[in-house]
């Protein structure tokens, strides 16, 4: 794969290999692409000192300076479109089109950042004759990042943005699975002239990496989107040093349609959205709750579209839908989908792997599932889709919260009243109506519940990598 990065890991403002490798793999194909080095101690060691290093730089570079940097790496991304694009679908499988929006969606966050970079403002507080009082913002320190492998440049982008907009320096932790983009990120920053040891990119074993880092002194930030298993357990690790955190955890995202609705172009979004990036998506929809008196046309016109999902390799022309991104997922599908129907779910269409090379499960659907079914608990992360019958708002309101996830949520209607209700019951931190996406660069990403803590995104997503410092200047001593 000509088009395909050579892998190495970025430590201090240099490329470098390690005796240890691990294989990258086309899921489309099963062929290997490259050989990703593996961070051992010594490299992490290296990389820790290297951020703090590059933190007292960084940390002193002007607002503008930094936004600068910013906006040049944004721009390079943009030229290098089509090359980072095609790296993306071939080790992640997903169709070259989404790949490309994909890369243009990580500029974006650089850019909105780069703007809220200039954007970190104290203020004054009214006080006395004789005292001044004001508030500061500073950057929280050394970041330590990990992002997952369903979106392998946008994902990163979020993590590495956020941090660099407000002075901190950051070693990111990209998935293994899927590197390329991650390594593009940091070449558009090297070229752009980000100083040495601001931002360092490390691949190999996570527990090694994650239990390595956040017990580190000057690591003051832990930022993962990642499985709400893998949050709790940073969390804990954080916590033992008083780490702050941010988490962008797992979701499991309802969908309410109410009666009032195009139920035709509801259902062929819906099944439209759902396959998309094969259904790996935080937010993806996957709890559809019909109201019972458009339940069989919204179910039957779903299924029709999602069974329609042309599904194939991702750099082949007119594929909507690519495999699942590796070997694991498909018997996980599997047996959410084997225990559904066992329990009496229906199956309208899909439920099985692809026979053909690749990690390929066909876009599936399933009505009437029952609570006790465990896709009614566990997210699938996955082509798989849940389409059941409510009696009305209040019956697909309680469904909708009876999950310990709260990402996104989702409804389709038109009613004031519905949509009121929704607002303020719905537990999700993204809301959205008579649309399924989710977020923007300038709106505020994140959960609730078990889906996680801060906020990526909007004029909330510096937050977490600055501190709050309140000084109180009295001109006489009292």
């Known amino acids: 794969m000509s088009m395909y990065p050579d892998l190495k890991l970025f430590i201090g403002g240099e490329w470098r290999k390690t005796t240890e490798d691990i294989s990258v793999v086309n899921p489309a194909t099963e062929e290997e692409l490259g050989r990703l080095p593996c961070a051992s101690i010594a490299d992490l060691k290296d990389a820790l000192r290297a ?138 920053f090297e070229e752009a002239g980000l100083p040495a040891g601001v931002l360092n990119l490390v691949f190999g074993r996570p527990a090694e990496i994650s239990e390595f880092l956040i017990p580190q002194p000057s690591v003051r930030l832990v930022a993962l989107t990642g499985s709400t298993t893998v949050g709790r357990h940073l969390t804990g690790l954080a916590a033992q040093s008083d780490t702050r955190v941010l988490m962008e955890l797992g979701g499991h995202a309802p969908v309410i349609v109410c009666e009032d609705t195009d139920v035709q172009k509801a259902a062929i979004c819906g099944a439209i959205r759902k396959m998309r990036n094969t259904g790996q998506v935080c937010t993806s929809p996957t ?119 709260g990402l996104a949520g989702y409804a389709f209607t038109n009613r004031a009243d519905y949509i009121d209700r929704l607002i303020d019951e719905l537990e999700v931190g993204n809301f959205s109506v008579n649309t399924l996406e989710a977020s923007l660069p300038e709106t505020p990403f994140g959960g609730i519940k078990s889906s996680g803590y801060g906020r990526e995104g909007g004029t909330e997503g510096l937050e977490s990598y600055l501190t709050i410092k309140n000084v109180w200047h009295s001109s006489d001593i009292h």
């Open 287 to 405: 709890r559809f709750f019909v109201h019972e008196s458009i339940f069989e046309e919204f179910a039957s016109t779903f299924t029709k579209r999602a069974a329609e999902t042309v599904v194939g390799n991702g750099a082949d022309v007119g594929v909507e839908m690519g495999p699942t991104a590796n070997d694991r997922r498909v018997p996980f599908l599997s047996e959410l989908v084997s225990d559904a129907v066992s329990k009496g779910a229906e199956l309208r269409t899909g439920g099985n792997r692809l026979r053909k090379p690749g990690y390929f499960f066909e876009p599936t659907v399933l009505t009437h599932v029952p609570d006790s079914a465990l896709i009614m608990q566990e997210e699938p992360f996955g082509p798989v889709a849940v389409i059941n019958p409510v009696k009305d708002l209040e019956d697909a309101i309680k469904k909708a919260n009876a999950v310990p996830y």
């Open 51 to 188: 951020a703090e290093k590059g933190f007292e730089i960084w940390r002193k570079t002007a607002p503008r300076e930094r936004a600068d940097i910013l906006l040049r790496a944004a721009a390079l991304m943009r030229e290098k479109q089509e090359e980072i694009a095609q790296a993306i679908t071939a080790e992640h499988g997903k169709p070259l089109a989404q790949a490309r929006l994909e890369v243009i969606r990580g500029a974006e966050f650089f850019e909105w950042d780069a703007g809220e970079a200039m954007r970190v403002y104290g203020r004054v507080i009214p006080s006395a004759s004789g005292s001044k009082i004001s508030v500061h913002h500073h950057p929280i320190g050394v970041v330590a990042a990990f992002s997952p492998w369903n979106f392998p440049m946008s994902q990163p982008a979020r993590k590495i943005a956020g941090a660099l907009a407000s002075g901190c320096s950051i070693i990111l932790k990209a998935a293994e699975e899927t590197p390329a983009g991650a390594i593009h990120i940091v070449k558009c």
